[in-house]
């Protein structure tokens, strides 16, 4: 069953969106296989943002994600990759339909309170960084 790394940024946390956000994803019909809160060092957060680290807001990114604790979760379900990006919204706020996460709750780019992989090899890469030590593989009896 595909998965996906969803990870509730630090104003998320502190804006106090985890219970909301989680409870968007369990009611659509996801399945929680991993969690945890965690502060992560600068060298975890360039590696998480390897891709944009050529980008001039790579710095101001890394700053962002490293000035609190996260929600780290991997989520499981049919098509949840894409289906978890159309729960977010779109990246920009400003762009996100009214009624995705980013939409009701974000309207800057550089405060966007949510990430999720863009593709199944994001994902896959992102739950092996995030949940090293394998946790998130264990099956259970619901799906
Ligand atoms: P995320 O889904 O985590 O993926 C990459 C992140 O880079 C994105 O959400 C934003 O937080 C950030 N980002 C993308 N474009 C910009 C931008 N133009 N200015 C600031 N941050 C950006």
Do not use: C
Request: no cysteine.
């Amino acid at each position: 069953m595909e998965q996906t790394f969803i990870m509730i940024k630090p104003d998320g946390v502190q804006r106090g969106l985890v219970s909301e956000i989680i409870s968007t994803f369990e009611k659509k019909g996801f399945y929680l296989k991993g969690l945890k809160l965690i502060s992560v060092e600068r060298p975890f957060a360039e590696k998480h943002y390897e891709d944009l680290s050529s980008k001039p807001f790579f710095e101001g990114l890394v700053e962002y994600i490293i000035s609190g604790p996260v929600v780290a979760m991997v989520w499981e379900g049919k098509n949840v990759v894409t289906t978890g990006r159309k729960i977010i919204g779109a990246t920009n706020p400003s762009a996100s339909d009214p009624g995705t996460l980013r939409g009701s709750f974000a309207v800057e780019i550089g405060r966007n309170v949510i990430h999720g992989s863009d593709s199944v090899e994001s994902a896959k890469k992102e739950i092996a960084l995030w949940f090293p030590d394998g946790t998130v593989n264990w099956q259970n009896s619901l799906h």
